[in-house]
C-alpha cells in the first residue's frame, strides 16, 4: 500500500517522508503542489487545505441505508454537521418499512447488506412502493461500469465509499434541487395560498411538511367540533372555535376564502338560525383545502 501511494504522490510531483518514535507510532506526512484558484476560501486543517462551503442550514430528510456501524456514524457525522435530518436503515427491509411511512427525500443506499441488498431493494421501491424518491447508491466497489449498473436497476446515481463530503453534499443537492423546481411548478390551488407558510419556513421543508400535515388532520377536527356544538345549541364553543381557526386559515391562506363566514359565526347578528349553513359552507371550503393540502403534502 505504502510504495501505491508513494507512486501516485511522485505522479504529481509530490513528496512523502516518515518519522517514527518508538513506542509512540509513525507520522506519514505529504506535499503535493496545487494552485489555489482565485477568490477559492480555503481553511487549514491538519497541514491541508480544505474548500469552505456555504451547506449549513440543508432542511433536506434523509435516509442512510447501511449495515456497517462505522459507515452509519460516519454519515450521521457529515449528514449532522451540515443541517440534514436522516434516520438509518441497517438493510433493505428496514429502508422500505421507514419509506412506506413517507417523509423522507433522498435516499443513500449501500449495495451489499445482509436480509436485502441494495439493488433488490430499489427495485421494491420503484415497484412496490411506486416511489420515485432519489435513490443514490453507496458502495466500495469502484469498478468500471459500477454507476451504470446502478443507474440500470434504478438508482439516480452513485458514489464509492468511504465517501467524499463535498462530491456527497453536490449529489444530495442536484437530488433536492430538481424536487423542489418540480414542486414549484406543480403549485397551482383555488384555495391554498402557501406565500405566507412558505415565507415563515424559510426554505425548511420539514416545517412546511409539519405544518401541513398539523393542518390535514387539525381542521376535520374543528368542523367535527362545529357540528357537536351546533347539536348542543352550545354558542360559545361554535364562537371560540371560529375565533382559533382564523389562525389555522390564515397560515395555509384559506383565510380569505372564509373570512365572512367566520366573522359571522364568531359575532352573530340577532338569531343563530343560519349556523347550519354558515357551518356547511365552511366545511366545503375546508374539504377542499384539506384535499389540496394533502396533495402538497405527498409534494414535498
Known amino acids: 500500500g505504502l510504495s501505491i501511494v508513494k507512486d501516485l504522490i511522485s505522479m504529481q510531483n509530490g513528496n ?18 496545487y494552485s489555489i484558484p482565485d477568490g477559492e476560501k480555503v481553511s487549514e486543517v ?53 419509506l412506506e411511512k413517507g417523509g423522507f427525500d433522498v435516499v443513500l443506499m449501500d449495495i451489499q447488506m445482509p ?21 443514490i447508491a453507496m458502495t466500495a466497489h469502484a469498478m468500471s461500469g459500477e454507476r451504470e449498473k446502478c443507474i440500470t436497476m434504478g438508482m439516480n446515481d452513485y458514489i464509492s465509499k468511504p465517501v467524499d463530503e463535498n462530491h456527497l453534499l453536490e449529489l444530495i443537492n442536484k437530488m433536492t434541487a430538481s424536487k423542489q423546481t418540480e414542486i414549484n411548478r406543480g403549485l397551482s ?23 401541513t400535515s398539523h393542518f390535514i388532520q387539525r381542521i376535520p377536527e374543528d368542523i367535527g367540533n362545529l357540528h357537536a356544538a351546533l347539536k348542543k345549541g352550545d354558542h360559545l364553543t361554535i364562537k371560540q372555535i371560529a375565533h382559533s ?7 395555509m391562506g384559506v383565510l380569505s376564502h372564509s373570512v365572512q363566514i367566520l366573522e359571522a359565526l364568531e359575532f352573530p347578528e340577532g338569531d343563530k338560525k343560519d349556523f347550519d349553513k354558515l357551518i356547511a ?7 377542499e383545502a384539506v ?5 402538497y403534502l405527498r409534494m414535498l
Open 16 to 33: 512523502i517522508s516518515v518519522s517514527s518514535i518508538w513506542g509512540k507510532g509513525t507520522k506519514f506526512t505529504f506535499e503535493i503542489p
Open 46 to 98: 491538519g497541514g491541508a487545505t480544505q474548500q469552505v462551503k456555504e451547506w449549513k442550514g440543508n432542511t433536506a430528510n434523509i435516509l442512510v441505508v447501511d449495515d456497517n456501524v462505522m459507515n452509519q456514524d460516519l454519515m450521521a457525522n457529515i449528514l449532522g454537521y451540515w443541517g440534514f435530518t436522516f434516520s438509518i436503515a441497517s438493510n433493505g427491509k428496514e429502508a422500505i418499512e421507514k
Open 115 to 135: 436480509e436485502m441488498d441494495g439493488y433488490t431493494a430499489t427495485t421494491k421501491i420503484r415497484n412496490s412502493l411506486n416511489s420515485q424518491i432519489p435513490i
Open 189 to 211: 390551488f383555488r384555495y391554498l395560498n402557501l406565500d405566507y407558510l412558505k415565507d415563515m419556513g424559510k426554505g425548511n421543508v420539514a416545517y412546511e411538511r409539519k405544518v
Open 245 to 251: 381557526l382564523r389562525t389555522t386559515l390564515a397560515i
Open 281 to 287: 359552507a365552511l366545511e366545503m371550503i375546508c374539504d
Open 291 to 295: 384535499r389540496e393540502a394533502t396533495t
